[in-house]
């Protein structure tokens, strides 16, 4: 044992002898079943003293409070052994009653265009939803259910054909630094140019063929988007498996045929239907599984996707963390699934975790002064620059090396911009503002002092 771990011992010891007194109470629910007993909060409290455990190890001390409370005090003994494996081991969760295999889907940006802020809230609820439910000991499986197929491939390739012609050169890299102008161009030419128009549709039906000049242009396009992930990936600490909706194509195939065979289907105005839950006048909109022109939509692959978690994962418990808007596509999805025979929800827990989206000073959806999504990876680069700022007026980088304020600088930055998320309600609308999340000593202390305390 280390000096330091025996000085952090001792202080702690001198903690638990002042702070040894523990109570609780649930008074609420406790006298709803007192009054259900028909008996005195007293007499039951007295009942409960006759059949505790005399000796536990634990509790020093057990007596009935006025009107019923129970108070309990805690062995000093016992305290101060707790807190001496908390420095030495870690914070250590009791075992789950049931073990769950856990799929959260989460983050789930689009190719060819660049995480915005709008992802922050979902790739960091999801990770931390992740990481307690590790730590609780059950198996997660992380996904990054991205946008990686659909009619936007085919502008994509089209002006990916124009603008780079030797695309299908053996290695060749594509030389796009700016993902977002790129698809703003592809855009453009679409909505405005009609013969463009025509030869992004055409690109999309080979793409679909599988043809594999354009299953190339595809996988350069994705390759790009991915490297770009991945760095903001990298800088905030997150573990992720990516599984677009791509990966379902073949899947959602069969799947129609199989909801087409048992009558799930319904024809209307050219497109096929299918109801979720039962009839009546707070039934959701019908899913979309196949378009007037033959396509599928993210109804289809949504389904697919569930279907596949079931069967092929094997997950127990699904997450998915999406923003609020989406509670109702999810919860069709279920009823269509369930109606299908895909989902027992006697076996399998579905839940969306939904949230708000973040704001700016002016309530409205956080934007650059241009009115452009801010991307995330300058929202980063913000953070940086002023953790950095602030620590140097500390003193801070007279005080470590380089290596060590670097290191401090990225976690106050991207912790203070997690605490930001975190701290607000998951459910609401929050206001991000870097004056209100800059790094005071509240914020500091987590990051900066205890990883230096206690490693």
Not at 152 to 171: C, K, N, S, V, W
Not at 252 to 272: A, I, Q, Y
Not at 300 to 308: C, E, H, I, N, Q
Request: contains cysteine; aromatic residues 12%; hydrophobic residues 35%.
């Amino acid at each position: 044992m280390s000096l330091n771990t025996i000085r952090r011992s001792i202080q702690l010891r001198e903690l638990a002898h002042y702070y040894y007194f523990w109570s609780y109470s649930d008074s609420l629910i406790l006298f709803v079943i007192v009054k259900k007993l028909k008996k005195s909060p007293k007499s039951v409290a007295e009942e409960i003293l006759v059949h505790f455990p005399k000796e536990t190890g634990v509790v020093d001390s057990l007596e009935v409070a006025g009107g019923g409370f129970i108070n309990l005090t805690l062995s000093r003994t016992f305290l101060q052994e707790e807190i001496q494996g908390l420095c030495l081991y870690g914070f250590r969760f009791p075992p789950p009653l049931h073990f769950h295999r856990i799929l959260v889907d989460f983050s789930s940006p689009n190719v060819a265009k660049e995480m915005h802020v709008g992802h922050l809230r979902s790739t960091i609820i999801g990770d931390s939803i992740c990481r307690l439910l590790e730590e609780l000991g059950h198996q997660v499986i992380r996904i990054n259910h991205i946008g990686d197929w659909g009619t936007q491939f085919g502008m994509l390739i089209a002006h990916l054909q124009e603008r780079f012609p030797d695309y299908l050169t053996e290695d060749y890299k594509l030389p796009i630094t700016d993902l977002q102008s790129f698809y703003k161009e592809s855009k453009t030419r679409f909505d405005q140019d009609p013969e463009f128009k025509k030869r992004a549709y055409a690109c999309v039906v080979k793409l679909q063929r599988n043809e594999p000049s354009f299953i190339r242009a595809w996988k350069i396009i994705c390759d790009v988007s991915r490297m770009e992930f991945s760095k903001i990936y990298s800088r905030l600490g997150i573990r992720i498996s990516e599984r677009g909706e791509s990966f379902y194509q073949g899947l959602m195939e069969s799947l129609v045929h199989e909801l087409k065979t048992k009558g799930f289907l319904e024809e209307d105005e050219g497109r096929w239907i299918m109801w979720g839950g039962s009839e009546g006048k707070d039934r959701n909109p019908p899913l979309t599984i196949i378009k007037s022109d033959g396509g599928f939509t993210y109804d289809t692959s949504d389904m697919a996707a569930l279907k596949y978690r079931i069967e092929e994962d094997k997950a127990t418990w699904v997450i998915y963390v999406t923003d609020a808007g989406q509670v109702t596509h999810f919860h069709t999805v279920w009823e269509a699934a369930e109606r299908a025979g895909i989902w027992d929800r006697a076996k399998v827990r579905l839940d969306h975790a939904g949230f708000g989206v973040v704001l700016g000073d002016d309530k409205k959806k956080f934007k650059t002064r241009s009115g452009d999504t801010v991307k995330l990876s300058d929202l980063l680069d913000e953070g940086m620059k002023r953790a950095g700022e602030k620590l140097r007026e500390k003193g801070r980088d007279k005080e470590l090396s380089e290596e060590e304020f670097g290191a401090i600088e990225k976690a106050v930055a991207y912790g203070c911009i997690k605490y930001a998320d975190l701290s607000h309600s998951r459910n609401g609308e929050y206001v991000f503002s870097f004056d209100r999340v800059r790094p005071s000593f509240s914020i500091l202390f987590p990051y900066f002092v205890l990883p230096l305390y206690f490693f």
